[in-house]
């Protein structure tokens, strides 16, 4: 399992700073490559800019939290909670096999024969 992240391209865990405005001051977050991918394509179907995006969840967590400790470890945690919610999406697109009951010609007969609950009597 290892192998498949060891050999991950170096220039995605490469860290870059990129200048983010965020109530009217400008402020430096530093990520990684991937991250900042992840966060432009959230922004996209936002409709809006990375830093657009960027300033709404700062706003948001503001307002939720009341202070915002460590916001890129929020964003990396943020891209991951995006990508896991795509994951679960798709897996529920992905139709379940069903089992092949029709190779077995008494599999009705047996559902038939299971008894049923006896109701409760003079209750």
């Known amino acids: 399992m290892c192998e498949y992240f060891v050999k ?7 860290q870059r700073s990129r ?10 977050i530093r990520l990684e490559n991937m991250v900042w991918d992840i966060l432009a394509e959230m922004a996209e179907e936002e409709g809006c800019t990375t830093n657009a995006l960027i300033a709404k969840f700062h706003h948001e967590i503001l307002a939720q939290r009341g202070e915002v400790p460590n916001f890129a470890s929020f964003l990396r945690v943020t ?7 795509c994951m679960l999406s798709l897996e529920k697109q992905i139709p379940q096999p069903v089992p092949n009951v029709a190779v077995l010609p008494y599999a009705k007969q047996a559902v038939d024969a299971v008894p049923k609950p006896l109701a409760a009597v003079g209750r």
């Open 8 to 14: 991950a391209d170096p220039i995605q865990y490469e």
């Open 19 to 28: 200048t983010v405005r965020i109530k009217n001051v400008l402020t430096s």
């Open 79 to 85: 891209c991951m909670r995006y990508l896991r919610r």
